[in-house]
């Protein structure tokens, strides 16, 4: 079983949709869960980060942490078409330590 | 301020040949970390910098070497290039401490022919 788990889709919505990205996890010692978004042809940029367990919110992304499930998920709301992205997730054990990530999420939305 | 740089963007490797690729940060940051990604496999971590003068083994090292020239440089080697080594490649880097803040380059598109 890998480390990080996540659906790479494609997922395809259209505008003003409800999204919800998930990724599963096996390793409990995680602490640390980031979502990461990746336009074609570009480098990674971190978008939103929790510590252990909880939700974030940041305007229209939420990010939610079930520890228990061992299971992460990002909600992106009245998503739009400039959303359309790889979101990949990514999780880490100690503030200093490496990151695993997920194989990422294509998302197209459309207008 | 130009964050986390990377050259050359683009690449085309016969097979034996060598090449080094580059990365340079201007956020002083003191952790840096050369990945490798393909299409279906995600981010895959070849080296990484803690510190300063420290480099440490990732998941796929093999065929790869690296120097961590001072606090700002961090470069990628491949002494013989082969054509599993065809893959998009990103530095990233983070303040030590703050792996939850990791920042990517733009990447470097290498073909291995």
């Known amino acids: 079983q890998k480390e990080v788990e996540q659906d790479p889709g494609p997922l395809s919505v259209p505008e003003g949709a409800i999204v919800s990205l998930n990724c599963t996890y096996s390793?409990?010692?995680?602490?640390?869960f980031m979502w990461y978004r990746q336009y074609s042809r570009k480098g990674p940029e971190l978008l939103m980060y929790?510590?252990?367990?909880g939700n974030k919110e940041d305007g229209r992304f939420t990010a939610q942490v079930d520890k228990s499930s061992k299971y992460i998920s990002l909600f992106i709301r009245d998503s739009q078409p400039s959303d359309s992205a790889t979101y990949l997730c990514a999780m880490s054990r100690r503030s200093q330590g490496n990151l695993i990530f997920g194989k990422g999420t294509k998302l197209s939305v459309k207008p | 301020n130009a964050g986390v740089t990377q050259t050359p963007k683009f690449q085309v490797l016969k097979t034996g040949q060598s090449m080094t690729l580059q990365c340079a940060q201007d956020m002083n940051h003191n952790s840096m970390y050369w990945y490798r990604q393909d299409p279906g496999m995600g981010l895959r971590l070849i080296y990484y910098?803690?510190?300063?003068?420290?480099?440490d083994k990732g998941e796929v090292p093999n065929g790869y070497n690296v120097s961590r020239l001072n606090k700002r440089e961090f470069s990628l080697r491949l002494e013989s290039a082969a054509p599993s080594q065809t893959s998009v490649y990103f530095c990233a880097t983070h303040t030590y401490g703050r792996v939850n803040e990791q920042y990517f380059g733009p990447g470097t598109r290498l073909t291995v022919t």
């Open positions: 390793n409990s010692a995680f602490q640390y």
């Open positions: 929790t510590y252990s367990s």
């Open positions: 910098s803690a510190s300063e003068g420290t480099t």
